[in-house]
């Protein structure tokens, strides 16, 4: 959403990115398929700025991918904090957990491994924070899985809301991600509980607050 220049501008102003969160961000690059998928510097900035704002006792984050954004959030966790993250490709759960070690979150970030649908039933809420950034053509099924599991005053931050700027075309028929996406921000737009504003952050992020 940014020009290169400008991103460069930003993050030149920003605090650094630590060292485990560089050698992370480089060896998905290097290794992962869809390695586009992480976080990265900047929004991993400002996620752990919005978590240390919230100062959640516990998270729930959907789509692990290789763990930037989970070690992001978690720093902003309570004392004793806990953060659970989902993630359905298993060939990714031992890549994640050598860099959630690295950055000492071992036990304060649970990894699980599965489709998200399946196992959000059996979690026990409240939840203070939850970060969507998995499928897209479920993100409506994963926001209402877990809107009971939000505690009131709680945040959902939902990624990916721009998508690219495609949310302004008419999509193709068998572009599901793109519809999927319109119909998502149509739900959270019209759904009373919550207040809501997008953040044209690089792919669009949307926060959420349940009234």
């Known amino acids: 959403m940014f020009s290169k220049e400008l991103e460069k501008y930003i993050l030149n102003h920003i605090d650094e990115e630590d060292e485990v969160l560089r050698e992370l961000d480089r060896e998905t690059h290097l290794k992962v398929l869809g390695s586009r998928m992480i976080s990265g510097y900047l929004q991993g900035t400002v996620l752990t700025m919005l978590s240390k704002m919230i ?23 309570q004392p004793g904090g806990k953060l659970i993250t989902i993630e359905i490709d298993d ?38 924070l939850i970060f969507i950034d998995a499928h897209k053509p479920e993100y409506a099924a994963y926001y209402e899985a877990i809107f009971d599991k939000v505690k009131s005053g709680g945040y959902i931050i939902a990624d990916n809301t721009l998508w690219n700027g495609k949310i302004l075309e008419t999509p193709t028929a068998d572009d599901w991600q793109t519809k999927s996406i319109q119909s998502f921000n149509t739900l959270v737009k019209n759904d009373f509980r919550v207040e809501k504003v997008i953040l044209p952050l690089r792919d669009g992020m949307t926060l959420i607050r349940k009234k």
């Open 55 to 77: 100062q959640p006792e516990r998270i729930l984050e959907i789509g692990t991918f290789t763990g930037y954004s989970a070690i992001c959030l978690a720093k902003g966790l």
């Open 91 to 128: 060939e990714l759960e031992n890549f994640a957990a050598r860099f959630i070690k690295k950055a000492g979150f071992e036990n304060t970030i649970e990894q699980r491994i599965g489709p998200a649908l399946e196992i959000i039933p059996q979690l026990s809420g409240p939840f203070d």
